[in-house]
């Protein structure tokens, strides 16, 4: 009976990760279906693969040049973010608690809005300064929207790393700048891989902003999805393949990094940084 019930748990994990990955995999499976398969009825497990749903041209853009569009924009302003974050977090840690407490939260509700809400703002501010329609203008909105999250998840490492470590760095003589990248910094690395692989794959997903801000030369990968669903005949091929492109920046980051995300966001770093 203990048997049973310890596997009850397993099973329910089981059964919702394939219901999960069901709709994934059957999307990856039409991405090299022919039409006549994708809509055959009953639906073809047996089919002979075909590479036509990934040679097409959208505004004049293939589906490299947009995955392209989409790693520049997500890698530079995950980058950006991360390198913000950091500074940002160290400094949070080392303020006096009051204004800590302050700072954190007004930063931190700025996340809170939805994305939509910074849309009108940013799409006539980087109007007015002749950014709108380059990579320039997605990043920079990217960053934005992506900021107060590293924020958050940069002061939770550094919340963790007594400030007494750095102090005897310096006692030893090290310099400011060296205690910190010796002693600190690599305390933080699993923040900051987080950080960095969280800002990637929002800013790969984010549409809104990056429909909005972007021009048929920097068009994001992921603003393609409704020029296949059409009132008379939809592109589902075309479709299948744009989002079996789309997931595999997200699923090869997570996999690859699962083990260091999960000691980031790990209830126990929630320390306050004191000496």
């Keep these: 009976m203990s048997h049973r019930r310890s596997a009850i748990p397993s099973i329910i994990v089981a059964v ?9 995999a059957w999307l990856a499976l039409s991405a090299f279906k022919s039409r006549a398969d994708i809509v055959a009825m009953p639906p073809k497990l047996v089919f002979s693969p075909k590479l036509e749903n990934f040679r097409w041209s959208y505004n004049g853009l293939n589906p490299a040049d947009l995955a392209v569009n989409s ?11 991360t390198i913000l974050a950091v500074f940002a977090g160290d400094a949070l840690r080392k303020a006096r608690e009051r204004m800590r407490r302050e700072l954190f939260w007004l930063v931190l509700s700025t996340r809170m809005a939805p994305g939509a809400v910074l849309s009108v703002p940013l799409f006539t501010l980087l109007t007015w300064v002749d950014l709108r329609g380059t990579h320039a203008a997605v990043i920079l909105a990217h960053c934005t929207l992506n900021l107060p ?20 760095a310096r006692v030893d003589g090290a310099s400011p700048r060296v205690a910190w990248c010796t002693t600190t910094l690599p305390l933080v690395l699993p923040s900051v891989v987080a ?3 969280l800002s990637f794959v929002f800013s790969w997903n984010e549409y809104t902003l990056s429909s909005l801000l972007s021009s048929s030369s920097s068009r994001p990968l992921v603003t393609a999805f409704p020029t296949f669903v059409a009132q008379g005949i939809s592109q589902w091929g075309w479709f299948s393949a744009i989002g079996a492109i789309s997931i595999v920046p997200a699923f090869v980051l997570a996999f690859v990094l699962a083990g260091t995300l999960t000691r980031a966001v790990s209830p126990r770093s929630a320390g306050r940084g004191q000496i």
């Excluded at 919702?16 to 994934?24: I, Q």
């Excluded at 790693?71 to 973010?81: F, K, M, W």
């Design 16 to 24: 919702v990760a394939c219901l999960w990955l069901a709709p994934l």
């Design 149 to 168: 999250l590293g924020i958050w998840l940069m002061w939770r490492g550094f919340a963790r790393v007594p400030l007494r470590m750095e102090f005897a």
């Design 71 to 81: 790693l520049v924009v997500s890698g530079i302003s995950a980058l950006a973010v």
């Design 195 to 197: 950080t960095f692989l």
